[in-house]
């Protein structure tokens, strides 16, 4: 076994979570997720939890834990399914879901258990920040990881947005979901990094992004947002239109697209050198004082449209085609339990 996941087990297995609070293990591990790939990363986290412990090696054989190392592209919907049997067939109630690895293995791993509500309140997620985003991670780095474990840390209730089409087709998001612009830039990002060394993909990725509207032309949409009694339209045309589980959220590793109490943002079209220019905006939240910007907070959105259009869900790509509309985006009466720290200017999201 790789010294890394030893490490990482131990970690765990040792925290007052596994050892007082009587939650039995299962530790997810994506051996491609950027920190566990990269061997500077991976050697620091190595260090930084054997510093901690003051130990080389780990005695894992007096643990009890099961580890799920991912093989494959969306493995963690099988993986998901694997600890769901388990979960069934075991006689310990409290379980807690470690997940080393990116918002995409999470994402797959929490879109299984959203429909099984009876075992999730048995159940606790703690999503490591070991991607090359991590947007949607309950914790910074490694040393607040291992704070948390020591005991910072709190169980909480965690909204789920969910997304439906006329054709049936169902999404969730534990962070934000998107479409129009935002679903084509993680399209090419997802396409280019691949094949592209390094951030080097990044430069290519935003010469591509000017190039959408010529792709996909914005077009009329019809949008309501209903927020619990009250609903407000917001017809027009539109780049992009985005919808967070709450507010306060990131994405695009920490571009703050909801960087207020407001869920909800939509873009008007931008000319293209206002649009370079005011690139930065979207990155750190002055984009809300654009004119061309929209905020709303809601608890569901309907979006109407008549042509295709790239859509977006926690950093995993699909194309909307006008069959797919109307689309429905609503937070369900319907929470999963996240492990975050208990200081609330360092957890102020939901």
């Known amino acids: 076994m ?36 990269s061997r500077v990363k991976r050697k620091y986290v190595e260090n930084v939890i054997s510093e901690t412990f003051g130990i080389s090696e780990y005695p894992l ?3 009890e834990y099961q580890l799920y190392v991912t093989e494959f592209a969306q493995h963690g919907y099988e993986i998901s399914k694997q600890i769901i049997d388990f979960i069934k067939h075991e006689k310990r109630k409290k379980h807690l879901i470690v997940i080393a690895a990116g918002d995409g293995t999470a994402h797959e791993l929490m879109s299984v258990f959203v429909k099984h509500e009876k075992i999730i309140k048995n159940v ?31 169980d909480y209730p965690q909204n789920i947005l969910k997304v439906s089409t006329a054709k049936g087709r169902v999404f969730y998001s534990f962070n ?10 993680v399209k090419m990002t997802n396409r280019l990094k691949k094949i592209i060394p390094g951030s080097f993909y990044t430069l290519f ?71 370079i220019i005011k690139k930065s905006y979207f990155f750190d939240g ?49 929470r999963l339990k996240v492990l975050k720290h208990h200081q609330p200017d360092i957890n102020n999201r939901n």
């Open 176 to 185: 934000i979901a998107s479409l129009g612009l935002d679903g084509y830039v």
């Open 124 to 154: 606790l997620f703690f999503r490591l920040p070991f991607g090359t985003g991590n947007d949607a991670s309950d914790c910074e780095n490694i040393y607040q990881a291992l704070q948390i474990q020591a005991g910072f840390g709190m």
């Open 286 to 334: 002055r984009h809300i004082m654009l004119k061309n910007v929209s905020m709303a907070k809601g608890d569901r959105m309907v979006i109407d449209y008549n042509h295709s259009i790239p859509f977006q869900t926690d950093g995993e790509d699909y194309l909307f085609t006008r069959e797919d509309f109307p689309v429905i985006f609503e937070i369900p009466d319907i």
């Open 61 to 63: 054989d007096k643990y």
């Open 2 to 37: 790789k010294s890394i996941y030893r490490a990482i087990i131990h970690s765990v297995c040792q925290s007052v979570w596994v050892k007082e609070k009587e939650y039995f293990p299962h530790i997810v591990i994506n051996p491609y997720a950027g920190t566990i790939k």
């Open 205 to 275: 990725v935003d010469i591509a992004t000017l190039l959408y509207e010529k792709l996909y032309p914005p077009q009329m949409m019809q949008i309501t947002v209903t927020n619990g009694k009250e609903s407000v339209k917001y017809d027009g045309i539109y780049l992009f239109g985005a919808m967070g589980v709450s507010g306060y959220r990131t994405y695009g590793d920490h571009k703050k697209i909801l960087p207020d109490r407001n869920n909800i943002c939509f873009c008007r079209p931008i000319p293209l050198l206002q649009k």
